[in-house]
């Protein structure tokens, strides 16, 4: 499932407050995933990285009470009152002993003397066996209280939450001309890093320190692997050469138009960012001279930043002249 059906359907277990388990590969975002249902819902997030505790850590420690009877002291980080998602993150990397102490907490909703409030959903993820990553088998009894949801990347969804990230613009062009770069995991080879939606998040943060281009491309096959840094360096050198969006906003019906295809897709990012309903007859005017699919493009990304641009006159001549690639 791609994030955005990931987030309907935790959206509905949580109503029913019904475990979860997030199974995908190293990278996805399974933890961004469990966070942004907390924050769009306003659910307080609790996560434990399941795989840093030993088994008392979950149970307390034990104390005497006023008869003389042993009780245990549940830890803090366990939630007592509100709303909220108890997030077990990377709970198969977790030794034995420490998944058996979630059992009760799991299926009961309780840990000795401790009962999760109403209103708190324990959502737990990991990595699957096949990803070569330290994961410990599951057993049956514990799997079988949880729905288990499949997390697969997704261009689409992925450029959508960039957009509100604050993703670099040229990272999200290079990332819609090179698709299959959004995330290449291979277990089979022993790669120390490799592209996913993770690390293309690092490169973003790496480009807006300004690096030196030597160092840019050696962080950047640090980050994302040897092949993906040498591709998305020469899109770099590329985008370079384009026009300033500002500039193509002035002038959107004589302005000099790349030619190189990977090139006009970085401009309809870099411009779509631009999107306002004043100076929709420009992207109106330059959607006409792009190729069809590059003209779609950029008033997709368009409407995506300013939705309200799809009520001006302008947008609406454009979609009626070019109907016949909309439908």
Same mark, same amino acid.
């Not at 359907?9 to 399974?30: C, N, R, S, Y």
């Not at 062009?173 to 690092?202: G, I, T, V």
């Given at each position: ?38 924050a769009e819902r306003g659910l307080t997030l609790v996560d434990i990285r399941a795989v840093l505790l030993d088994p008392v850590d979950l149970r307390g420690l034990p104390r005497f009470d006023d008869a003389g009877r042993t009780v245990w002291c549940p830890p803090s980080f366990l939630p007592v009152q509100g709303r909220g998602i108890l997030f077990l993150d990377e709970l198969n990397a977790a030794p034995p002993l420490v998944q058996a102490a979630c059992y009760q907490l799991v299926l009961d909703r309780r840990l000795g003397e ?106 950047? /096959?640090?980050? #994302?692997?040897? $092949? ?5 360096? +020469?899109?770099?050198? %590329?985008? =370079? ?47 006409? /001279?792009?190729? #069809?699919?590059? $003209? ?5 990304? +368009?409407?995506?930043? %300013?939705? =309200? ?19």
């Open positions: 499932m791609k994030p955005s059906e990931i987030v309907n359907a935790l959206a509905t277990l949580i109503i029913v407050e019904q475990p979860a388990f997030l199974w995908g590969p190293p990278g996805v975002g399974k933890s961004q995933i469990v966070a942004q249902v907390a401790y009962e999760l409030p109403a209103g708190w959903t324990v959502i737990a993820a990991g990595n699957r066996e096949t990803d070569k990553a330290v994961t410990h088998r599951i057993p049956s009894a514990l799997a079988n209280r949880m729905v288990h949801l499949d997390v697969d990347p997704d261009l689409e969804d992925w450029l959508t939450w960039a957009k509100r990230a604050g993703i670099d613009a040229r990272l999200c062009a290079f990332l819609q001309f090179r698709p299959r770069l959004l995330h290449a995991f291979d277990p089979k080879r022993n790669d120390k890093a490799f592209p996913s939606p993770r690390s293309w998040e690092f490169v973003s943060r790496i480009l807006s320190a300004h690096p030196s281009a030597l160092t840019l491309e050696a962080l950047l /096959r640090g980050t #994302v692997g040897e $092949g993906a840094a040498a591709e998305f360096c +020469a899109f770099l050198r %590329q985008y =370079s050469s384009m026009p300033d969006a500002d500039a193509v906003l002035a002038n959107p019906g004589g302005i000099h138009l790349p030619e190189d295809p990977a090139v006009i897709c970085a401009l309809c990012e870099s411009v779509a960012r631009k999107a306002a309903e004043e100076v929709m007859p420009e992207f109106a005017v330059l959607a006409s /001279r792009l190729p #069809v699919e590059f $003209g779609v493009l950029l008033m997709r990304d +368009a409407a995506a930043i %300013q939705p =309200s641009i799809v009520e001006t006159e302008a947008f609406r001549g454009w979609a009626c002249a070019n109907s016949d690639v909309l439908v």
